[in-house]
Antibody, heavy 119, light 106 residues
Framework: QVQLVQSGGGVVQPGRSLRLSCAAS????????VHWVRQAPGKGLEWMSG????????YYAESVRGRFTISRGTSDDRVYLDMSRLTYEDTALYFC????????????WGLGTLVTVSS | SYDLSQPLSVSVALGQTAKITCGGN??????VHWYQQRPGQAPILVIY???NRPSGIPERFSGSNSGNTATLTISRAQAADEADYYC?????????FGPGTEVAVL
């Protein structure tokens, strides 16, 4: 089983940017279909972004398209979520998760990293 | 966009059966997946593709899907089953979650 290690959360002012990181304990994420899912305080799960099964495409929820960017590290086998123009509504616990390719569900989840947008 | 509905909460007596529904337009034509999330923890997959249990998930958890309703059934409910449960489907490159159901074991 893959253990996902997340980092990068914190407190950020509205309008600023933040980068989240997701890594696999012991080895790289190359070849895994990684997605990001968030959960606002006291709320449900909301899909944010993810790679296609072959890694060639990137998908985004309408609420973050144009502000969030998912990417793979070029030399570190991590997956990143770059978030820009953050608003109070982006305050949430952000999970990275691994999708079973072409099956549409997640069988591994990170523990989450908390992003708080506050002035 | 595709919308999913779930009851806000379900209560079940210890040792009895709980049914958690997930409603959607012709959801029976889609694959439905279920996650359990205990307080302060990451979600865990408990049912995938309507009826399948991942390794390590007790047989007490089962799923069905037909028409406009998918159902997660928890048999012989235990205190450890107290959690939020989310259904999820894939829809046109969007991954849609239901609003979640809080299960209380009394």
């Amino acid at each position: 089983q893959v253990q996902l290690v997340q980092s990068g959360g914190g407190v950020v002012q509205p309008g600023r940017s933040l980068r989240l990181s997701c890594a696999a304990s012991g080895f790289g994420l190359d070849g895994f279909v990684v997605h990001w899912v968030r959960q606002a305080p006291g709320k449900g799960l909301e899909w944010m972004s993810g790679f296609s099964y072959d890694g060639r495409k990137k998908y985004y929820a309408e609420s973050v398209r144009g502000r969030f960017t998912i990417s793979r590290g070029t030399s570190d086998d991590r997956v990143y979520l770059d978030m820009s123009r953050l608003t109070y509504e982006d305050t949430a616990l952000y999970f990275c998760a691994i999708e079973v390719p072409l099956n549409g569900y997640y069988d591994q989840w990170g523990l989450g990293t908390l992003v708080t947008v506050s002035s | 966009s595709y919308d999913l509905s779930q009851p806000l909460s379900v209560s079940v007596a210890l040792g009895q059966t709980a049914k958690i529904t997930c409603g959607g337009n012709n959801i029976g034509g889609r694959s439905v997946h279920w996650y359990q999330q205990r307080p302060g923890q990451a979600p865990i997959l408990v049912i995938y593709k309507d009826v399948n249990r991942p390794s390590g998930i007790p047989e007490r958890f089962s799923g069905s899907n037909s028409g406009n309703t998918a159902t997660l059934t928890i048999s012989r409910a235990q205190a450890a089953d107290e959690a939020d449960y989310y259904c999820q489907v894939w829809d046109s490159n969007n991954y849609v979650f239901g609003p979640g159901t809080e299960v209380a074991v009394l």
